[in-house]
């Protein structure tokens, strides 16, 4: 979700602005995805390397998410979502902590769809967390190398259980993933727009998923192989 800071500057406002208006953009995104019927939606809300941001943002950043956590608990109650997160939470401000664990205790039955956040989210750090684990694992001779499946290795990553995403949308014009799902993403189609995260709402949501339904995905194939399975 970029472009929040661009937003604000564009409507002559502070940053912090920009992360309010962000926030509309988040529950008109989650309600569009429910509606639409999308079964897994992962916002990467806080990456773990935004902790360098001036102190002041990281704050209402935090506050915002705190404050978002309390008012959706209703919609997603409502709305049959289910609250996950991934990434190192530990770090996070106690506050937003028990607000979180209680939303994803509260919404942990709802069936609908999943609402997955990335807070204080890093790629590199989870697929080295899972590396570590295996390693010690190894080396209580609990498992051995040959052990070590595909399947088996995304078990030890924090989306064990979520499927690999189909879709990414990157907002605002940036080209990069940012140490977000690297291993998770290996065939996931990418989908790029210059619109801020603030503007991006259903109507643009509706434009990436109708680009991505006109995608072939071959993971590999040829395109004859593709068209005989399908
Ligand atoms: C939101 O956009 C990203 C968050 C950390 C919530 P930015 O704050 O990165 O916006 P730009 O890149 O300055 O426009
Ligand atoms: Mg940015």
Not at 92 to 105: F, G, M, S
């Amino acid at each position: 979700m970029d472009g929040n800071g661009r937003w604000a500057q564009n409507h002559s406002l502070g940053r912090i602005a920009g992360h309010r208006k962000g926030a509309e953009s988040v529950r008109n995104i989650v309600e569009a995805c429910r509606k639409i019927g999308i079964s897994y939606l992962t916002l990467y809300a806080f990456s773990s390397e935004n902790w360098s941001r001036p102190e002041r943002e990281v704050r209402a950043l935090m506050t915002l998410l705190e404050r978002y956590l309390r008012s959706e608990v209703k919609v997603m109650l409502k709305n049959n979502i289910r609250l996950l997160a991934i990434g190192d939470t530990e770090a996070l401000p106690e506050k937003v902590r028990a607000v979180l664990r209680d939303t994803i205790e509260k919404t942990a039955g709802n069936t609908a769809m999943t609402l997955i956040l990335a807070l204080n989210y890093g790629s590199h750090d989870e697929i080295l967390g899972a590396v570590r684990k295996l390693i010690d694992e190894a080396c209580q001779g609990k498992i051995r190398a040959s052990d070590v499946t595909l399947e088996r290795f995304a078990g030890y990553l924090s989306t064990r259980g979520i499927p690999d995403p189909d879709l990414l949308i990157r907002t605002s014009g940036e080209y990069r993933l940012s140490n977000f799902l690297l291993w998770q993403m290996a065939y996931t189609e990418f989908y790029f727009t210059d619109t801020l995260w603030p503007d991006f709402r259903e109507e643009q949501l509706i434009e990436a998923i109708s680009g991505y339904q006109k995608r072939e995905r071959r993971f590999g194939l040829t395109s004859d192989q593709v068209q005989k399975r399908a």
